[in-house]
């Protein structure tokens, strides 16, 4: 399958692994900055990259490509939309790091175009494909926790000067958007998803306490209710000294309790049901190794969408999830602008709506 990348700067490391682990055919890599491409193929020792040419202008490398099959866009978040409809609308299939967009309006445009095309879109979050996050969608799916009471996600994780300094985009409103948008979207994405996805409303409470150089928020809290009944808190940081401490994933039902742990919910902490047999045991204690909190996910995720684009099936984190995930992000945003709870579905709104929220942007 013929495959391009479009942004190759920190994630796209991982982004080569799963190109490389499932024998992609690579074609093409673009970055505003060309350096950035070799520096990419160094960190990730990639033995085939005389065969990829080179880029500078997405649009260019796709009209030059009318065989490329799936792109992969990796670049600065405010770039993801314009970028994704570009290639929907000339017929190729796209992954797209999260968030998926930075407005409802592209969200849902990208969700009409790509169905009007044909073509599939799967939202990089990755971390559905993580053995614990698979070990209690299984169980959900399979109605053990019964019916569900509240669940929440705690992001507690550092980011500090160094980091943002990495890249003038990172913190800003039109760019990228704080803790909740970059950082957190992947807990938030499973939280939602576990919880039955039909959302009630959603208050938020956001502040920049430790990151006064950034637009936007470094914390933020939230309370959701369900339409079935549950409600769950959200909870999302880069301000935990002195390092990354936990991304923690809790799930409470009538018959069932699960906490996924670990630096990215790679890990399953409790597992406990009503219904236990000796098939549990496994599950108990659970460790996913990872190198970064970007876990393994990547490989899988292509994988899956591989098997969409030749069985012509929905990706398994289709567009829709990428637009649920960016919802409750927007929702935590508009309910701080407004102080009021916001009601689902979100009609529109930007993360440029919140320029001027501190005193930075
Ligand atoms: N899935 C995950 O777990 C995960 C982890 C980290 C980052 N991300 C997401 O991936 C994206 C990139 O993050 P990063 O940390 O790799 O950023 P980065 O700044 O290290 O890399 C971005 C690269 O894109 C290039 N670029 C920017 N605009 C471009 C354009 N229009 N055309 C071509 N190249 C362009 C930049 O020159 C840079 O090399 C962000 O959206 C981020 O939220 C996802």
Known sequence: MKYALIGCGRIAVNHVKAVVNNK?????ACDLVPENIDILFDKTNYADRDKVERYTDYKTMVDEHPEL??????????????????????????IIEKPMAMSMADAEEIIKRSEAKGVKVSACHQNRFNIAVQQM??????????????????????????????????????????????????????????????VDSVYGVTRQQQHPYLEAEDIGMAVVTFKN???????????????????TLYLFGENGTVKLGGKSTNN????????????????????E??????????????ADVMDAIKNNRKPYVDAVAGRNALEMILSIYKSVKTGQ?????????????????FNNG
């Open 229 to 247: 009944g549950a409600v769950a808190t959200i909870e999302g940081t880069t301000n935990v000294y002195p390092k990354n401490l936990e991304e």
């Open 69 to 94: 099959e799936l792109v992969a866009i990796a670049t600065s978040s405010g770039d993801h939309a314009k970028i994704a409809l570009y290639c929907i609308d000339h017929g190729i299939n796209v």
């Open 24 to 28: 992609l055919e690579f074609i093409a």
């Open 289 to 302: 190794a990872t190198s970064n909190v970007y876990g393994n996910g990547h490989t899988s995720l292509y």
């Open 137 to 198: 969608r299984k169980a959900l799916e399979a109605g053990r926790f019964g019916k569900l009471s509240h669940g929440s996600i705690h992001v507690r994780w550092n980011r500090n000067k160094d980091y943002y300094d990495q890249a003038p985009w990172r913190g800003t409103w039109a760019e990228d958007g704080g803790c909740l948008m970059n950082q957190c979207i992947h807990g938030i994405d499973l939280l939602r998803w576990m919880m039955g996805n039909e």
């Open 341 to 357: 709870p916001v009601k689902l579905p979100l009609e529109d709104f930007a993360s440029v709506d919140m320029i001027g929220e």
């Open 268 to 287: 399953i902490d409790v597992w406990d049901f009503a219904d236990e047999t000796d098939a549990d045991q496994k599950n108990k204690g659970l460790e």
